[in-house]
């Protein structure tokens, strides 16, 4: 805000300490360039806070006995006055040459305090050079934003403000902690996108990492702009965002910098960073080590003079697999026509297979024409297994899988050679087993080429993080479905973290997930030939993409249908929806944690609240599975990623929890033993 000033006169005495500026000291004063009178003194001032001046360009030879900065309230420069403190030092100063210093105030005082501000010899009472200050002067000020309104996860905060020029305080910030992957986000334009970068948060010790799975009610936190991407100046938003779901839970618009008239980040209330998380490294011993994607997927390896000894690590569940290997080009990393291992851990976290795969195509192998995402052996023209599994083990949350190849093999069908005395582009991927053992469509791979030497000198990689959420048991999910029932009523809810979504389906969940009859995300079973009605509560507005999930039943395991490209959605189906009607969620009544519930039974009871827009006006769809239906499809959010799970569909209900073919191959198996026993 304007503040009322006598004319100030600055006189600068002599010092020795230099300050080395960011690019912005505030305001500049009116007419502020210093009049040089002797000793070379000059310089632009600008005022940083009614306590703090900043002189840019700063010069002064140095040579006078008793020069200091100086400042009083008499009409002009006198030996009436207070030494200045120039970067922290009130001592004579020493020579400047177009130096940035800093100007603090003594304690108690204030620019109204004074008339003038200027470089003054204490000895000989003269004065080296002065600035007269106008009347009035716009002091930097912290700015106010507003409110910041709810998008998502309860996000909120009464009021946002530009603290300086690289800092801005959430007032009593709400959030509901069911984020999977939240961070305080900003970046250039009004819209938050995945183009944006993490705020540093002063109350996580200036951390850059996720928020935590733990409810905010009311609390107040200071971000920091990082000092490589800019300041407030360069961003045009701040808010929360979900990195991994591209999701916007709540947001303000930053105004441009002729708006924003606050102070100059002092660097004194930035906490250094000291992270303290727990840290886990795989108990193997290689040679060399590569990052594929941060604390989530790493690869060791050893070359010996014929094989390559591989060790893959990655932060999984038993069930999904890590690929990698050669890539299907010689310039760039190709996934069709790469030459790689797929290793995986059985979902009942007993055996563990590695196998020699050759990808033929974008696609999951057709097993009748040993084309796509292919075992060796089952590829067309046929090649042979190299891989030799080694050992494995699963610690902390990560999962790591030993193999040896041979460098060189006799398979010229599905096999590359590996080179060990130059860069190679590489292949990897992490997703699915089918249930017929082969891989299925990845969920993550390299977003841009990745070139390794196998023959390099020693390497390392820095250790995983972990925490107690990676020993969390997952809940117990009845499932639904049952002869009779024929109708179900799906709302959206809390994911419920490792215990939840993520525990159930080996994926990181974006903080909320489809409820079927009150479930988090059951499996169903379904009959063929009977007709089903699903009732949706969805949500309706479309401008609001958190709030808006529209329900569909398809053959991807992933949902997110919209999100896809034309290529992507080649051999999706989608047989039922989409539909999407008014929204309800079972929301958070308060700050719950559902790590600490045993049972989703007595997390949802405890701390969830089916709350309903209104009107409530669900949307219906029904739907007959058929004799051409996949025994496995999935309900899914049309619009996102990763809301639903499986429904299984039978011909009976004999065994509810297997799919028919499952079924069949247990009574296969059942009469062969007893078939032997018999003999």
């Not at 600008?46 to 840019?56: D, E, G, P, T």
């Not at 620019?111 to 002067?137: E, H, M, V």
């Not at 075992?375 to 494995?392: C, K, L, Q, R, W």
């Not at 079927?516 to 401008?543: A, Q």
Request: hydrophobic share 35%.
């Amino acid at each position: 805000m304007m503040a009322e000033f006598y004319k100030l006169l600055l006189v600068i005495y002599c010092g020795s300490i230099i300050v080395s500026g960011e690019g912005y000291y505030g305001k500049q004063i009116t007419n502020g360039k210093i009049r040089t009178l002797a000793h070379r003194v000059t310089g632009t001032v600008y005022a940083a806070s009614n306590k703090r001046l900043y002189i840019v360009g700063f010069s002064y030879d140095g040579t006078a006995p008793d020069a200091f900065a100086w400042m009083g309230s008499s009409d002009r420069p006198s030996s009436a006055g207070d030494i200045i403190a120039v970067n922290g030092s009130s001592g004579v100063l020493g020579s400047f040459s177009n130096d940035v210093v800093r100007l603090d105030l003594p304690d108690g005082k204030t620019l109204s305090d004074y008339k003038w501000l200027s470089i003054w010899c204490r000895r000989f009472t003269a004065n080296f050079g002065d600035l007269i200050f106008p009347a009035q002067i716009d002091t930097p000020a912290p700015v106010s934003l507003g409110q910041l309104e709810t998008r998502a996860h309860k996000v909120r905060a009464d009021d946002v403000i530009v603290l300086n020029h690289r800092q801005i305080k959430l007032v009593n910030l709400d959030y509901d902690g069911n984020g999977p992957d939240a961070y305080y986000w900003g970046g250039s334009g009004g819209t938050p996108n995945s183009n944006g970068f993490a705020l540093a948060d002063e109350s996580r010790s200036g951390s850059t990492g996720k928020l935590p799975g733990q409810a905010l009610n009311g609390k107040t936190v200071t971000v920091t702009v990082p000092a490589n991407r800019g300041d407030v100046f360069s961003i045009g938003y701040v808010g929360l965002w979900c990195v991994q779901f591209t999701q916007d839970f709540g947001h303000v618009d930053i105004p441009p910098m002729s708006e924003l008239n606050v102070p100059p980040f002092d660097g004194e209330s930035a906490v250094p960073i000291a992270p303290t998380k727990d840290t886990y490294t795989p108990p193997v011993t290689r040679d060399n080590c590569e990052v594929l994607i941060d604390d989530t997927y790493q690869v060791r390896w050893s070359v010996t003079a014929t094989d390559i000894e591989v060790s893959l690590s990655a932060r999984i569940f038993p069930g999904t697999y890590m690929a990698f290997g050669l890539s299907g080009s010689e310039t760039s990393t190709l996934m069709i026509g790469s030459d790689v291992t797929v290793a995986w851990l059985a979902e009942t976290g007993i055996k563990t297979n590695a196998v020699d795969y050759y990808l033929s195509a974008y696609q999951q192998c057709v097993v009748s024409s040993g084309s796509g995402a292919c075992t060796d052996e089952g590829s067309t023209p046929a090649g042979t297994n190299d891989v030799i599994v080694g050992e494995s083990s699963n610690e902390n949350g990560i999962i790591t899988i030993s193999y040896t190849k041979p460098l060189s093999t006799s398979d010229t069908n599905t096999d590359k050679v590996i080179a060990t005395d130059k860069d190679v582009f590489v292949s990897w991927s992490i997703g699915p087993i089918n249930p017929n053992g082969l891989a299925a469509k990845h969920r993550q791979q390299p977003s841009s080429d990745v070139k390794i030497n196998f023959g390099r000198a020693t390497s390392e990689c820095p250790a995983f993080t972990v925490g107690d959420k990676e020993n969390l048991k997952k809940w117990e999910i009845p499932k639904a479905g049952k002869e009779g029932k024929t109708e179900f009523q799906l709302d959206m809810g809390q994911a419920g973290g490792p215990r939840g979504y993520e525990g159930i389906t080996g994926q990181p969940g974006w903080g909320i997930a489809w409820y079927v009859d009150g479930f988090i995300i059951p499996e169903i079973t379904l009959k063929r030939n009977v007709t089903y009605t699903f009732t949706v509560n969805g949500g309706s507005d479309e401008t609001i993409q958190a709030s808006y999930h529209p329900f569909y039943i398809t053959n991807d395991e992933e949902g997110g249908y919209f999100q896809k490209t034309p290529e992507e959605q080649q051999g999706l189906v989608i047989y039922a929806g989409p539909v999407n009607g008014s929204l309800c969620e079972y929301q958070s009544m308060g700050a719950y944690n559902p790590d600490d519930f045993e049972t989703f039974e007595k997390y949802r009871d405890t701390s969830l609240n089916r709350v309903c827009d209104s009107p409530e006006e669900p949307a219906t769809v029904t739907w007959t599975p058929d004799a051409d239906t996949p025994d496995l499809v999935y309900y899914h959010c049309y619009t996102h990623k990763w809301l639903g799970w499986k429904i299984n569909i039978v011909d009976d209900y004999t065994d509810a929890s297997l799919p028919s073919t499952t079924i069949s191959m247990v009574t296969l198996i059942a009469s062969m033993l007893i078939a032997i026993i018999m003999m």
